[in-house]
């Protein structure tokens, strides 16, 4: 739990914003099954008893929360704890927080150069997360690019709308590429592959945590996890070109006799009642 305290006795320290808003998390983990309208009145009520559970009140947890907003690097901190902490909650449940580096083979390899693991939020700049790769001699005529990642949301209220890009810059500085949005937890893959084998000279990208227009800043908390972060590069393999001298497996030598036709045998026929015998070409 962080110790860190606010700049006011009326504000919630850091380490208690954190200890409520993981409470908050395990409540609504505790709702995903439930229909919309059984999951307001839980989230209501659920929320209503945490605050107890800290003996707040509301006031209290609204003006705390303004505070962390106007100061959104302490906000941040608070977050990144509480992703830790999440993390740490589901390795203890059994659960799998990471991807297998011994499945690459060595065709592919992991080139991410960044943090694997991050926290996103609505405000500015928490909600921008930018990367950048040049190419050296790993990179090949032909390569496929995957960008891998998991999307967890800790969502009060409002929409979901975190933004991934993949742009590659190719041999002949064209640039193509890669979006998806994603609304929902979830493993994602963006992919690129260089059919046309330009070549890769860069790769870069960002991951953007996006308001809606319509959405004003309030008190509810907007966090976006992005976790197991890889860009899996792999070779594909080179179809052999064919020489231009070579022919085709079952193509014939036209100078070759027996690719010539020979004219068809010819037969006699009789003709019943003692006609006279003429040739016929036999069918």
């Not at 594909?236 to 001298?245: A, V």
Request: glycine content about 4%.
């Amino acid at each position: 739990m962080a110790s860190c305290s606010s700049d006011s006795s009326d504000i919630l320290s850091m380490g208690e914003m954190e200890d409520i808003l993981y409470d908050i998390h395990l409540s609504q983990n505790l709702m995903f099954d439930e229909s919309s309208d059984k999951r307001v009145y839980s989230e209501i009520t659920n929320h209503e008893a945490i605050l107890r559970k800290y003996d707040i009140t509301q006031a209290e947890w609204d003006s705390s929360y303004n505070y962390y907003c106007r100061h959104a690097d302490k906000l941040h901190k608070i977050y990144t704890n509480l992703s830790e902490r999440i993390r740490s909650e589901v390795i203890d449940l059994g659960g799998d927080v990471s991807l297998d580096e011994a499945s690459l083979s060595g065709d592919t390899a992991n080139i991410w150069n960044s943090e694997r693991n991050f926290i996103l939020m609505q405000q500015a700049p928490y909600n921008l997360n930018q990367f950048a790769i040049n190419a050296d001699s790993t990179f090949k005529a032909g390569d496929i690019l995957n960008l891998q990642f998991d999307a967890k949301f800790i969502f009060q209220e409002g929409s979901r709308n975190l933004v991934a890009v993949l742009a590659v810059t190719l041999g002949n500085d064209s640039v193509v590429s890669v979006t998806r949005r994603v609304n929902y937890d979830n493993k994602e893959v963006l992919m690129f592959n260089d059919s046309k084998r330009l070549g890769i000279k860069a790769v870069k990208g960002y991951f953007v945590l996006l308001r809606s227009n319509n959405e004003q800043v309030s008190t509810a908390f907007h966090l976006a996890s992005i976790e197991n972060v890889r860009l899996i590069l792999a070779h594909s393999k080179e179809i052999p070109q064919q020489p231009t001298d070579s022919k085709p497996i079952n193509e014939k030598d036209s100078l070759k006799t027996d690719s010539v036709l020979s004219p068809e045998p010819e037969r006699l026929l009789v003709r019943p009642e003692g006609r006279p015998l003429r040739r016929v070409v036999a069918p």
